[in-house]
């Protein structure tokens, strides 16, 4: 097997341990790594939880220093440089003796940048780039968008009938998909660092939004997860501080409008176990770019979208949205039922065209994952 084709297998086998880490490393980033001896693995490393180690510590601490010198370690992202709640992994690989790195991509974060790389290049180790990169960067878009200075990377989920309905006309939506479409669900939540929902919705259904963990199979024998950050659009402070939200675990966020949180309904939600804090209004609602900046400040990489047809129009509406999962399930819910979303469209020439990822069957529903070509 060629050098490259070798490269190009261990890099594979990285992005596949990287995966693991999904649930459990924001606001850092997923990272995985091999250490190779000639044409044999000796090590396999991969974050797992923030504050933990790193993957390239984790592989290390498998190996003896006998074993690991002269070794190839193979990272999807450039090692760090800098101290935070760990040590650098740059410092680490030197220290190890190794006598390659191949690195997918460079670290966005401007702490590191090319310093990792740098700092490895002088300790007269032979470093390589590039190698599967556009497969490194899938693992981490919302963390490469955040540290470019930009917004989280934001997922949509929907449920609908077949004739495109999400609840019923009284309200009653449990359960319009059905348990394989729900577990899937699952994944897309714990992969999430927080879940945003509307007022309408905490009203309505009373949801906890949290990651049940038993509900979905894992690849990894021991996943390391977390709850996500649940955040609901509340310009008013309707929300029941007797909410599931508050029983379940993790943190609950309520934004609301600029001026609304000195009132004895913010008091009572704060005393529930809520955080409060305030974006300006845009129009009937809360300004949904100064949320996503909010959330991006808290180092929330990505975030998922669960609410009703009015938050869920808003985002499309805004071109927030990066990538849209629609659950169909195989029932009727007639023509009195709520629709997918609230964007009124008079004429066919103000219709808006998504762009299909993928369609799959679910159980008995059926997935479209797709992207606003907005």
Known sequence: MSASAFDSQMMARAIQLARRGRYGTSPNPCVGCVISQGDSIIAEGWHQRAGQPHAEVNALATLSATAVAGATAYVTLEPCSHYGRTGPCADALVAAGVARVVVAMVDPNPLVAGQGLAKLTAAGIDVETGVLMQQALTLNPGYIRRMQGGLPWVRMKSAM?????????????????????????????AESCGIITGVDTVLADDPALTVRPAS????????????????????????????????????????????????????????????????????????????????????????????????????????LVDEWFVYMAPTLMGSAGRPLMGWPMQAMAERQDVQIVDIRAVGQDWRIHCRPAI
């Open 161 to 189: 009938s077949l004739d495109g309905r999400t609840a019923m006309a009284s309200g009653e939506s449990y359960w319009i998909t059905g348990p394989e479409a729900r577990a899937d669900v699952q994944r897309l939540r």
């Open 216 to 319: 979905f199979q894992d690849d990894s024998a021991d996943p390391v997860w977390r709850q996500p950050l649940r955040v609901v659009l509340d310009s008013q402070l309707r929300t029941p501080p007797q909410a599931k939200l508050f029983k379940e675990g993790g943190a609950v966020l309520v934004i609301t409008a600029e001026g609304g949180a000195s009132t004895d309904k913010a008091q009572a939600l704060l005393e529930a176990g809520a955080e409060l804090a305030t974006v300006a209004m845009d129009g009937q609602g809360l300004d949904l770019t100064a949320v996503l900046t909010l959330l991006s400040e808290r180092g929330c990489n990505e975030l998922m979208v669960e609410a009703g047809a009015t938050v869920s129009g808003a985002f499309l509406q805004a071109k």
